[in-house]
């Protein structure tokens, strides 16, 4: 689900794009997890239900996603590679 440059207002933080994503899969929203590197997917991910990993490329973005209460934080992509790969 891409950026709608024309409705700027459907655009992350709004949970809107997770949101069609989801139903164009026909999952529930709250079932899936986002993986984001900014805020507005911390901020969407929680309107739309998910659970949310904040991947930190930025080192203040660590503390940022923590007060954002990321489900989980970090700076490792294999991190996350090898946690997918292990679901």
């Not at 805020?39 to 930025?58: F, K, M, P, R």
Request: net charge negative; aromatic share 4%; proline share 5%.
């Amino acid at each position: 689900m891409g950026r709608r440059s024309e409705q700027p207002h459907l655009m992350k933080s709004n949970p809107f794009p997770l949101i069609t994503a989801a139903e164009q899969m026909h999952i529930d929203v709250t079932s899936c997890t986002l993986i984001g590197d900014s805020l507005t997917d911390v901020q969407a991910a929680h309107a739309a239900g998910s659970t949310v990993i904040g991947y930190a490329n930025e080192p203040h973005q660590v503390d940022q996603f923590a007060e954002a209460h990321a489900d989980v934080v970090t700076e490792d992509t294999q991190a996350i590679a090898d946690a997918l790969g292990t679901a």
